[in-house]
């Protein structure tokens, strides 16, 4: 049956013509659902790589690491992510209560000052805090001369390099993530709710125990999910500290025992447990509802706090700060300092510009996807890409080396296949091309980091008003016309935002980086912690500090869109 058209008469003329609609379906066809279904399949291929892999290795060894080593892996990163988990939120959700609840000195200062350390990779973090705290570090240096000791036999000193260390520097260095969300929860909350508990009778502990926590428990448990995820995902910590995880053991079982099916085994678990992590989180608060009043809630009265109380209070607020940021900065500046050489040493400037250079195509390539993805996703009406859309986020939540495994080993056969190919049609060995550039690596972050920027993008093209494209259509605008015209110049500040935050990801990121680059390829990441593993900080120092710096600039622009307006 042929369909009837919409038509309208046109003034002045009795010919009546189809009239145009000018919703979101209008402005786009097929090829942006086929581009979006394209860009989901290459984030979602490495997971669904890994579960493959771990079922038809060529070696089956889950036995034996059964039986061996898996034990050990799991314990150890259960052991740290549990630890992290309670740390972080304590460290992060109390900062958040005092700065929310509370005026006492520097507490001004403080709200911003604790968001730093989420410019500090943490494995800079492990670094400084063995260097500080080691037999040759100033603090025991200081005690032997204070009272009289010659050698480690005289004293106890905690052991540095061990598992309750390792959970203590993730925690300084992934804390903020739970900060940042609980201030946000209890800035958001009404100060008559806290007026009324105070006239029933509650103290301060009552307040936050029965008040403040409970309203932001949501908050706090997704930044700590978050804290949880990073410490499964974590290498160059563990590493250090000589601390066998799930992460380790896919390094060794790959590159020492040779068995890329048994590493992709390990991979599998660590997918099930960061999966079981979301799982548990969203399960959590299954039931649970927090609703704001319709009207303008009254803002919260900060308590002064005066006195050893209100010093108290600072120094609570200042120990994480120093520790997730003075230290490590300190340490690593003044060995850039007494070391002004390493900044002209070989290997930094070849190191800093392929950082330059990864970093920044994937964060194009990331923002690029992310982009062209939402804006298909929302002009098809075709319900497949919106199904997939929410599965691109799970790259995140995979951590690199899981990632590695399932980029590597297909994009290696797949290289093989080309070069067989080429060499059977000319007689060339054109040798492998991707896998033996820095292709993989970019793929690698373009899956991890997909999350960060099809969030940042889904949001701001929520922010544009529908009117504005149906206007541009009915002025002969195509979709893609439609997008460059009105989305992106309205958008340019959130794309340029999330631009710096992957590029400043791609820049820490280190498993993923060493497992999947070339012979002799280096990145200010992977620089840094090899410098670092010989116990050469002076020469790590100034890749360190390049990172951090640009750590830094991320992380100003998030505590101004967060903080910028009280």
């Given at each position: 049956?042929?369909?009837?058209?919409?038509?309208?008469?046109?003034?002045?003329?009795?010919?009546?013509?189809?009239?145009?609609?000018?919703?979101?379906?209008?402005?786009?066809?097929?090829?942006?659902?086929?581009?979006?279904?394209?860009i989901a399949a290459v984030v979602l291929a490495p997971i669904l790589s890994v579960l493959?892999?771990?079922?038809?290795?060529?070696?089956?060894?889950?036995?034996?690491?059964?039986?061996?080593?898996?034990?050990?892996?799991?314990?150890?990163?259960?052991?740290?992510?549990?630890g992290v988990g309670v740390l972080a939120s304590m460290v992060g959700a109390g900062s958040?209560?005092?700065?929310?609840?509370?005026?006492?000195?520097?507490?001004?200062?403080?709200?911003?000052?604790?968001?730093?350390?989420?410019?500090?990779?943490?494995?800079?973090?492990?670094?400084?805090?063995?260097?500080?705290?080691?037999?040759?570090?100033?603090?025991?240096?200081?005690?032997?001369?204070?009272?009289?000791?010659?050698?480690?036999?005289?004293?106890?000193?905690?052991?540095?390099?061990?598992?309750?260390?390792?959970?203590?520097?993730?925690?300084?260095?992934?804390?903020?993530?739970?900060?940042?969300?609980?201030?946000?929860?209890?800035?958001?909350?009404?100060?008559?709710?806290?007026?009324?508990?105070?006239?029933?009778?509650?103290?301060?502990?009552?307040?936050?125990?029965?008040?403040?926590?409970?309203?932001?428990?949501?908050?706090?448990?997704?930044?700590?999910?978050?804290?949880?995820?990073?410490?499964?995902?974590?290498?160059?910590?563990?590493?250090?500290?000589?601390?066998?995880?799930?992460?380790?053991?896919?390094?060794?079982?790959?590159?020492?025992?040779?068995?890329?099916?048994?590493?992709?085994?390990?991979?599998?678990?660590?997918?099930?447990?960061?999966?079981?992590?979301?799982?548990?989180?969203?399960?959590?608060?299954?039931?649970?509802?927090?609703?704001?009043?319709?009207?303008?809630?009254?803002?919260?009265?900060?308590?002064?706090?005066?006195?050893?109380?209100?010093?108290?209070?600072?120094?609570?607020?200042?120990?994480?700060?120093?520790?997730?940021?003075?230290?490590?900065?300190?340490?690593?500046?003044?060995?850039?300092?007494?070391?002004?050489?390493?900044?002209?040493?070989?290997?930094?400037?070849?190191?800093?510009?392929?950082?330059?250079?990864?970093?920044?195509?994937?964060?194009?390539?990331?923002?690029?996807?992310?982009?062209?993805?939402?804006?298909?996703?929302?002009?098809?009406?075709?319900?497949?890409?919106?199904?997939?859309?929410?599965?691109?986020?799970?790259?995140?939540?995979?951590?690199?080396?899981?990632?590695?495994?399932?980029?590597?080993?297909?994009?290696?056969?797949?290289?093989?296949?080309?070069?067989?190919?080429?060499?059977?049609?000319?007689?060339?060995?054109?040798?492998?091309?991707?896998?033996?550039?820095?292709?993989?690596?970019?793929?690698?972050?373009?899956?991890?980091?997909?999350?960060?920027?099809?969030?940042?993008?889904?949001?701001?093209?929520?922010?544009?008003?529908?009117?504005?494209?149906?206007?541009?259509?009915?002025?002969?605008?195509?979709?893609?016309?439609?997008?460059?015209?009105?989305?992106?110049?309205?958008?340019?500040?959130?794309?340029?935002?999330?631009?710096?935050?992957?590029?400043?990801d791609c820049m820490k990121e280190l498993p993923a980086t060493m497992l999947l680059r070339?012979?002799?390829?280096?990145?200010?990441?992977?620089?840094?912690?090899?410098?670092?593993?010989?116990?050469?900080?002076?020469?790590?120092?100034?890749?360190?500090?390049?990172?951090?710096?640009?750590?830094?600039?991320?992380?100003?622009?998030?505590?101004?869109?967060?903080?910028?307006?009280?």
């Amino acid at each position: 049956m042929e369909a009837k058209q919409n038509t309208q008469a046109l003034p002045g003329r009795g010919v009546r013509a189809p009239a145009r609609t000018f919703g979101l379906r209008a402005l786009g066809g097929g090829i942006w659902s086929v581009g979006a279904l394209l860009i989901a399949a290459v984030v979602l291929a490495p997971i669904l790589s890994v579960l493959w892999i771990a079922l038809n290795p060529v070696e089956n060894i889950w036995p034996h690491l059964m039986a061996t080593t898996l034990p050990r892996y799991m314990g150890n990163t259960a052991f740290l992510t549990l630890g992290v988990g309670v740390l972080a939120s304590m460290v992060g959700a109390g900062s958040a209560w005092l700065v929310s609840m509370y005026r006492f000195p520097f507490s001004g200062w403080l709200e911003w000052l604790l968001l730093l350390p989420l410019a500090i990779p943490a494995y800079v973090g492990a670094y400084a805090l063995v260097d500080f705290l080691d037999y040759s570090g100033p603090v025991q240096i200081a005690l032997r001369e204070t009272f009289g000791w010659t050698s480690a036999r005289d004293y106890w000193f905690p052991h540095v390099r061990s598992r309750g260390a390792a959970a203590v520097v993730l925690s300084a260095s992934l804390y903020p993530y739970v900060y940042l969300l609980s201030r946000a929860a209890f800035r958001e909350q009404s100060g008559g709710s806290y007026e009324v508990a105070r006239a029933l009778g509650a103290g301060p502990f009552g307040l936050f125990w029965r008040v403040g926590l409970p309203l932001a428990r949501p908050a706090i448990a997704a930044g700590a999910a978050i804290a949880m995820m990073e410490t499964v995902a974590d290498y160059g910590v563990v590493d250090y500290f000589g601390v066998q995880t799930l992460t380790t053991g896919i390094f060794t079982t790959w590159l020492e025992a040779g068995n890329a099916g048994g590493a992709a085994q390990i991979a599998s678990v660590i997918l099930a447990v960061v999966f079981m992590l979301v799982a548990l989180e969203k399960i959590s608060r299954k039931n649970l509802r927090y609703y704001q009043s319709a009207r303008q809630p009254r803002p919260i009265a900060r308590k002064a706090l005066s006195g050893a109380v209100g010093w108290g209070a600072t120094a609570l607020c200042a120990a994480p700060f120093l520790l997730g940021f003075v230290l490590p900065v300190g340490v690593m500046s003044a060995y850039a300092l007494s070391s002004p050489a390493a900044w002209f040493g070989p290997g930094l400037a070849r190191a800093l510009m392929n950082t330059l250079t990864v970093g920044g195509t994937a964060a194009a390539l990331t923002v690029g996807g992310a982009v062209f993805m939402v804006y298909g996703v929302r002009l098809t009406g075709r319900r497949l890409p919106r199904v997939l859309l929410p599965f691109t986020t799970l790259g995140y939540a995979a951590p690199g080396a899981v990632l590695a495994v399932g980029i590597l080993l297909p994009l290696a056969a797949f290289d093989h296949w080309i070069a067989d190919i080429w060499l059977a049609m000319t007689g060339v060995d054109p040798g492998l091309i991707l896998t033996g550039s820095a292709a993989a690596i970019i793929l690698a972050y373009l899956v991890r980091f997909f999350a960060i920027a099809q969030g940042a993008m889904d949001s701001a093209f929520g922010r544009v008003s529908p009117s504005l494209p149906m206007a541009a259509r009915s002025l002969g605008r195509t979709a893609g016309g439609a997008l460059r015209e009105v989305y992106l110049p309205l958008m340019k500040g959130s794309v340029g935002s999330a631009l710096l935050l992957v590029f400043v990801d791609c820049m820490k990121e280190l498993p993923a980086t060493m497992l999947l680059r070339p012979f002799n390829y280096e990145t200010l990441a992977t620089r840094v912690h090899e410098k670092a593993s010989l116990e050469n900080l002076g020469d790590a120092a100034p890749a360190a500090l390049l990172v951090m710096a640009v750590g830094l600039v991320a992380t100003a622009m998030l505590a101004r869109a967060n903080f910028g307006q009280k």
